[in-house]
């Protein structure tokens, strides 16, 4: 089943096993055993990137690893917030990534309800046109890409940096395939208690499809919030830069300074990170439905 | 009908005219209008896929055979830059090192995402704890994760420091090309494998449970089960995962580009790189764009059989 990715939000409950409860539980400790440790390398980097941000220059490299800084030094986040206009990328950053995101949990629902309950000649091909765009990625098209936004003057921009991503094809499969399971009938019955066409879809088809858009808008929104190389392109104004720029370019400037690059990469995680505790399930999903076929 | 005879008559009533409304709405049936609608609703998605991706992708290949330098109007050269592109010992090292790094870099991230997705699907203490800890790596930032590995791939960094708890000298790790591509590997696969391992999941949750009781009945052990159960049905899971992986991998930049640079010696020099420093460097957009279209034919073949595995699912319908 295509939506499988959504049906099972959480694993399903293991039936139990009959009798050999001590050989179970000790299979269990073994494999808990070994994820942890998998855990641990994933982890290592963001302990490492924490626990640096609050250890003094002089304790950086010192040997044996000081594994927890103590007392912790938090001054590395204040002079890196310093040093450039960190709060001004941070809300570029943010602007950029809700506006790409709102677009594409409209435009792709819009198109998937399009191609799901309406019959029109082409529609067949209006789809595989539209899968095919995710064969042409930006790192194929960049040159063109930055010559069309020049020519509309948008390079240093906000519309440069978020127009060309209003919509994508993967958002546009995604809602598609959620919006095969809405029964037909749920929409003629509102047609003939007199709904406009738009109204239906604003008002019964979007509620239904509640766990698809936010699974796409925390995809969208992740993507768009680690968008670099299109930045890196068309922006040059520091005003308009956004976070993964403004990083990168405090590491050139500052490259020795690990304190202060910690502080700033763990603040750069940071949305990331609320936002994977708070919507983990839709997360996970979201990745999930990458995987989405048949 | 005459108009003129009733109209001398003061006693006709006047004709009544249908209102405004009904008039002036051109007679479409009920189908007609709410086809109307459905193609109204694709239209802003194709046309902001239609400027900004297909139209520069046709661009891309009329800029391939000129030369542009930004400056001066394109000038058509025929295949000079893809000619020039064989031949040229920096392309095809870049193109190397790419396929060294797609090869290396997927090709571990498969039994690991598997074997990490069959060990979750078993049961485990404290489970979401221990999915949340490993999906971690998804949630850093390219850009970030560039940075806190450069720091980690220091000479007295914390990965050298600890492969000494293990009797092994100091790596070079960003300062030799001889290693430098290989932490970038291996950056690659830390990130890839909790994101394929999700997709595995996934699929392994849609396996029936029946048929894991059925193979039980019939006696089969575990390493059967995996073995004539499991990975058959995940066959298609698998091939999905190889051909996204290959996508993403043949796309990888911020991480070589903020590390490396594409250095040293051009050890960490991919295609996506090359193309953005051949464009926005050096701005000879022409033989930038000859080499995204090298790059394109490339992502093309995988995505076919992707948009294939995500169409042939949505015919069978």
């Known amino acids: 089943m295509s939506l499988s990715a959504f049906a099972r939000t ?6 139990k096993a009959p009798g050999r409860g001590w050989m179970r539980r000790r299979g269990a400790i073994v494999v808990s055993a070994v994820l942890t440790a998998v855990a641990c390398v994933t982890l290592l980097p963001f302990y490492w ?24 030094n938090w001054q590395a986040y204040a002079l890196a917030w310093q040093a450039q206009d960190f709060t001004r990328y941070f809300l570029n950053s943010g602007l950029v990534a809700v506006a790409i995101t709102l677009s594409n949990l409209l435009l792709c629902s819009l198109a998937g309800y399009s191609l799901t309950k309406f019959h029109y000649r082409g529609r067949g091909a209006m789809f595989l046109a539209i899968l095919s765009t995710m064969m042409l990625p930006l790192e194929v098209t960049m040159v063109p890409l930055f010559l069309i936004i020049k020519r509309l003057d948008w390079a240093n921009s906000y519309q440069g940096l978020i127009v060309p991503f209003l919509v994508d094809g ?4 995604l809602m598609r395939q959620y919006m095969m399971s809405i029964p037909k009938d749920l929409i003629d019955s509102a047609r003939i208690d007199g709904a406009s066409e738009f109204r239906i879809f604003w008002m019964i088809i979007l509620p239904l499809c509640k766990p698809a858009l936010v699974a796409l808008a925390v995809f969208t ?21 956004t976070l993964p720029l403004g990083i990168s370019l405090f590491m050139s400037s500052y490259g020795t300074s690990w304190d202060q690059l910690m502080a700033i990469a763990v603040l750069g995680t940071l949305p990331m990170i609320l936002l994977f505790f ?17 | 009908m005459s108009s003129q005879a009733p109209a001398a008559n003061p006693w006709t009533p006047p004709a009544v005219r249908p209102p405004r409304s009904i008039v002036r709405r051109p007679h479409w049936s009920l189908a007609r209008r709410q086809a109307a609608f459905g193609v109204a609703i694709i239209l802003p998605t194709l046309a902001v896929l239609a400027v900004f991706r297909f139209l520069p992708m046709v661009q891309a290949l009329y800029l391939s055979v000129t030369a542009y330098d930004l400056v001066h109007p394109p000038r058509f050269v025929g295949w ?16 190397r090192v790419s396929i060294t790094y797609v090869v290396c870099s997927v090709v571990p991230v498969l039994p690991l995402s598997l074997g990490l997705a069959v060990l979750f699907n078993q049961s485990v203490f404290i489970k979401n704890v221990l999915r949340s800890a490993i999906f971690m790596p998804v949630v850093m930032p390219a850009v970030v994760m560039a940075v806190v590995w450069t720091f980690m791939y220091q000479q007295d960094g914390v990965v050298n420091t600890l492969l000494g708890f293990l009797g092994i000298d100091p790596v070079p790790w960003l300062r030799s090309s001889a290693t430098a591509l290989w932490a970038v590997i291996l950056i690659g696969i830390w990130r890839a494998t909790p994101y394929y391992m999700v997709i595995f999941l996934a699929g392994l949750q849609a396996i029936p449970a029946d048929y894991y009781d059925a193979a039980k009945i019939d006696g089969a052990g575990r390493w059967g089960t995996f073995r004539y159960i499991t990975l058959p049905l995940l066959k298609p899971t698998m091939l999905l995962v190889i051909v996204m992986n290959v996508i993403v991998a043949m796309k990888v ?5 903020i590390m490396t640079g594409g250095g040293p010696a051009d050890s960490t020099r991919v ?3 090359f193309i953005y420093q051949t464009g926005f460097e050096f701005f000879d957009m022409g033989r930038a764009a000859a080499m995204s279209v090298f790059l394109f034919v490339a992502v093309m073949v995988f995505s076919f059989v992707q948009v294939r595995l995500f169409t042939r699912g949505a015919e069978s319908r």
């Open chain 1, 10 to 15: 959480a694993p399903p409950a293991r039936r």
């Open chain 1, 49 to 72: 990137m924490l626990s640096s941000s609050l250890r003094t220059m002089e304790n950086m490299f010192r040997l044996p690893i000081q594994w927890l800084p103590w007392p912790p």
């Open chain 1, 170 to 173: 993967f958002g546009v499969f």
């Open chain 1, 221 to 241: 929104f992740r993507e768009a919030w680690d968008m670099y190389i299109w930045p890196l392109i068309i922006i040059t104004k520091d005003s308009l830069r």
């Open chain 1, 278 to 294: 708070f919507l983990q399930r839709a997360f996970i999903q979201g990745i999930a439905a990458t995987g989405l076929k048949e």
């Open chain 2, 80 to 95: 000079a830059n893809f000619a020039s592109l064989l031949h040229d010992p920096l392309f095809l090292k870049s193109a």
């Open chain 2, 253 to 257: 930049f911020a991480v070589p580009m």
């Open chain 2, 271 to 273: 295609l996506p790189l």
